[in-house]
Structures are given as C-alpha cells and as structure tokens.
C-alpha cells in the first residue's frame, strides 16, 4: 500500500506487525485502519447530548478515506441494546459498536471504568485484522490505544476534540475522573505517534498546557461543501416560515452550559432593548435534548430564561436538525452566533460560513482559526452579552458589509476546510507513519521528539 510498493519491515516485527506487508490475492490493495471513538458513536443521531462534533468528525473522515482507498473500521462503544452491533455505510467503512459496560447511555464522567473491556473487545478485531494504524479520539479512546500499543506494534495517532486541561481551569469542582484523564492526555501526546490539532491554537495549548513532548501536527476539522453552501436567502426562508424582513439569529449545538446559550440569549434581549421597532427579531434555536438527560436540563433553563426576559415571542426551539436540513437555517439567518466558553475547534462555525452566513462567536480556541474578525465574521469575549449584542447589531445594520462578509465566509470554507480536502491530509498522515513504522528515524524530521518510551506503570488503570 505504501506506494503501491510491497514493503518488508527491518525491524523486529511482531505477528500482527508483518501481515499488514502480506500479499493480498484478489481484492485490490486495502490497508486495514480503525478509527476509536469511545462515546462518539459515528453512526449515531447527531445533534444531542454526547453526540456532535466528534460524531461528525469520525463520520466524515472514515467516509473520506475509505473513498481514497483505505478500509476503514471505526470502533465506538454500545450504548444501546437494539443499536446493530455493525453498521456498514459504504463496502468500505463501517461502524462497530463494542460491549463494554451496560448496554445504555453511560454520562462520559463514568465511562471509563469501562475501557479495559472496551480494549478486550478490541482486540478480537485487532487478532482479525491486524490494524497496523489506529486513530484515537477523546482522551478515553487515547488510553484503550495506548493499551493495544503494549502488546501490538502499531502506529498510534490522536485527536483530542476537548482537553482536560482546558475544561477544568474553569470548573471550581473538578469530577473525580479528573485526575486520571490530565494523566491520560500527557501520556498520549508523548507516546502517540502523532497529535493531530484541528488548529494551531489547539496545538499551542497543548504545548502549553500539556507536554513540550510529543509530535504534532495541525490538521483542521472539515464540512461537507457538497451539502452545505449558499442558496437564496428568500428560499430558505420560505421553507422555514420566516419573513424576508425578519431578522434572523441562529444558534446550533448542544445544549450544554459551556456552549453559552444563555450569553445569546440575553444579547438578543440587550437588542430587542435597544432596537425601536423589534417585532421583526428572531432567534432560532437548534439542537436536540432529552428531558431525562442533562441537555434536557438545560433546555429548559434556557426556556425558562427566554420567557423571563420577555423573548418568548421572539424565540423558536428548531429541536434536533439532521444535516439534510440544517444548511437551510444557517442560509436563512442573518447571522450564526457561536457563544460557547470554550471550543477546540467548533464544527458549526465552518458550516455556517460554507453557508455563506457571518459568524459572530467567542474568541477562544479553533473560533480564533475559522472565524477571521472584519473578514468572515466577528470575535467577541466568551460570556459577554453587551459584545455579542453590539457584533450581532453592527452585522445587522449593515447590509452592504454583511454581503461582503457572506462571500468571504464561503470562500474561506470552500478553501481550507473541505473533508474531502481534509481526510487527504490525514491520509498523507497516515501513509507517513505507517512508512516511517518500517524506515524508523527517516521519515518525520521530528522523531526524536516521539520517541519517548511509555512507562505502563505511570499510566492510570481503572481497576488499580
Ligand atoms: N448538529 C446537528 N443537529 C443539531 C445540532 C447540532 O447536526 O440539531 C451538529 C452540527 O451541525 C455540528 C455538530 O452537531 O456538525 C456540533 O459540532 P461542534 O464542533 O460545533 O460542537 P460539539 O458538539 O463538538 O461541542
């Protein structure tokens, strides 16, 4: 497979190491990969609690690379009893979901004591079809791979998509897991082959944050450009129900409290102030919840907000929008508001301007990478209502600037953050390291910086 050539590993192979070079007779080469996503299930529902963007993203870039020639396997856990344990969504690329733990849903906090049988389950398949790469996502899915690295050779890679290191310098009671998943974030960006950073500001926190060791790369996060782009502003409205005059605000996520919807909210209601005729505004809200689950809870907090702020009339609850039909909202408002705390990357600000729809969000994280202020939109302080609603405004009294700022949203995503564009970079990745696993040091120009040796005994273990 690497490039085209049948290569023989020099150094001293293991068996499930040497048959990733055996002869295939009669199907055309295919290199076996898997992809972890420990609670991201990619075939999952999108758009409620636990299931965004590292759903989509696991999704999207097996699709991807099974479609530039790589077979691709992704492995999530079963939280379901009546989910197929295989979803198969082309010959090439599939979903399997391993038993580890209850059959239902298990809140991340508490999943991990499940990952040693995650990893046993694991390994049937890694015994079938010896993997010779595997790309973790979320620091759980990190640490099942830095299991199968102490008995298997492969090339180990990972996708963080949040980071403990981040989420607790805000929360002034840390869960009991915490310690254990920081543990685990180090040790990854050490021992795995490669980091990928969805963007440079994730890199730099990981170098500041977390470890100076390990090698990383930046690859970004990408939208499917193929389904979202602009159409008529009018037309999509029409579908929606909206009026040509309304003015329209979107959010769309999760409902959790660091997405910050109740920083939106009372933006709209600092508008809705200062504006002398406000029958006109509108804010949609997108996204999924179940009432017996935490999103649900917040829902209803943001609900309960909207009515005390007198926005109830002014205020639309879209529920749970399948990507079909999600290109219509964002094509429809006026502007697409991402007010989270935190965001390594935020997979709904690429969308929105693929849309051809400015972005105003928080200036944290990948936001800082999509989002270029004056250009594609504007960044704001996280948790700063009279900012958002002074962005929010200066894009809906200017007409002229606003249509500029749509082309250039566009353009921007249609350059840089296509999958397709996307799955070719971890594709060429992944080619590197698998090439580099049999010409050790001659590959990547910083592997001195990978080579540190794990020490399985500074490695948390949920059964100690
Ligand atoms: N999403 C969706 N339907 C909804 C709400 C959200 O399909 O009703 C999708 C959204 O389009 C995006 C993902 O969920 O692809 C959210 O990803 P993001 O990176 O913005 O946030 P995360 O959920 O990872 O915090």
């Known amino acids: 497979f690497v490039n085209g050539k049948s290569l023989t590993s020099t150094s001293g192979s293991t068996a499930s190491q040497s048959t990733f070079f055996a002869p295939r007779s009669k199907t055309p080469n295919r290199q076996a990969i898997a ?22 993203y696991v999704r999207q870039v097996g699709e991807a690379l099974s479609k530039l020639g790589w077979q691709v396997d992704m492995f999530t856990r079963k939280a379901k009893a009546d989910d197929p344990t295989i979803v198969q969504h082309n010959p090439h690329c599939r979903t399997i979901r391993l ?40 620091w759980m899915s990190a640490w099942v791979g830095l299991e199968v690295q102490k008995t298997h050779n492969v090339q180990l890679i990972n996708t963080y998509h949040s980071l403990g290191a981040v989420k607790y310098q805000a929360v002034p009671h ?18 795995a082959h490669c980091t990928v950073a969805t963007s440079p500001q994730e890199a ?17 996060c990408g939208t499917d450009i193929s389904r979202f782009y602009a159409i008529p502003k009018v037309d999509a409205r029409l579908q929606l129900g909206l009026k040509p005059t309304d003015e329209v605000i979107v959010y769309v996520g999760r409902f959790d409290p660091r997405k910050g919807i109740e920083t939106l909210v009372r933006a709209a209601q600092l508008i809705k102030r200062n504006t002398v005729d406000a029958s006109n ?22 609900e309960q907000l909207v009515g005390e702020l007198g926005l109830a ?15 219509l909202y964002y094509t429809a408002a006026d502007v697409c508001v991402i007010p989270s705390h935190y965001e390594p990357f935020g997979l709904v600000a690429i969308e929105a ?18 989002v270029v202020p004056e250009e594609t939109g504007l960044l704001v302080p996280p948790q700063d209502e009279t900012a958002f609603a002074a962005a929010i ?55 001195s910086a990978i080579s540190v040796s794990l020490n399985p005994d500074a490695l948390p273990n949920p059964s100690r």
């Open 35 to 56: 992809l972890i996503s420990d609670h991201g299930d990619p075939a999952a529902e999108i758009g409620k609690e636990e299931a965004g963007g590292q759903n989509v």
């Open 99 to 138: 038993s580890a733990g209850p059959e239902e849903f298990v809140p991340r906090d508490r999943l991990f004591e499940y990952m040693p049988q995650f990893v046993e389950e694991f390994h049937k398949y890694q015994a079938k079809h010896h993997y010779p790469l595997i790309h973790t996502n979320y």
């Open 174 to 191: 840390r869960p009991a897991i915490a310690e254990t998943r920081l543990a685990v974030e180090k040790a990854i960006l050490e021992n």
């Open 204 to 220: 730099d926190m990981l170098r500041s944050l977390v470890s100076d060791l390990g090698h990383i790369e930046v690859i970004p």
């Open 281 to 302: 505004l509108r804010l949609v809200i997108v996204g999924g919840s179940d009432p017996t689950k935490p999103d649900g809870q917040e829902r209803q907090r943001i």
């Open 313 to 327: 009339e002014h205020t639309t609850f879209a529920g749970r929008v399948g990507h079909d039909r999600l290109p």
């Open 353 to 370: 301007m693929a849309c051809g729809t400015p972005v105003v969000a928080s200036d944290v994280g990948g936001l800082k990478f999509s």
């Open 393 to 447: 405004e200066r894009i809906l009294s200017d007409e002229l600037w606003a249509r500029k700022l749509r082309k250039r949203a566009s353009e921007r995503v249609q350059q840089n953050f296509s999958w397709t564009g996307v799955a070719a970079q971890l594709s060429d990745l992944y080619r590197r390291m698998l090439a580099q696993s049999i010409m050790g040091d001659m590959i990547l120009p910083s592997q």
